[in-house]
């Protein structure tokens, strides 16, 4: 798991124009690895952590799929609508509002 999955982390390649890779593996963890950080804290990019990591659980690959998930909505709208003043206001929208519809961000 990479854990902390954001356009800030995701390079375009120089030799195919057309692919791109996943940079800073800071976070990331092998499936069943235990971690490096400390028990309890949430770590990672607010806007862009699952629900559950915010909550506390362990990040699975679930995680990093909702990561990419916010990624393609920033893309496509050109902002990420989870993102708030704060990292504690943007870590209430993401648990109690979640990612809103398309139609609503973009209409």
Known sequence: MHRDIKLEN??????????VK???FGLALA????GVTDAGQVYGTPAYLAPERIQGDPG???SDVY???VMLVEMLTGRNPLRRQSPLATFAAVVE???PHLDEVMP
């Open 60 to 62: 699975t690959p679930a």
């Open 10 to 19: 995701v390079a375009l390649c120089a030799e195919d124009p057309h692919a």
């Open 31 to 34: 499936s069943g690895e235990a």
């Open 22 to 24: 996943l940079v800073d």
């Open 97 to 99: 509002q979640g990612m």
């Open 67 to 69: 990561a990419v998930g």
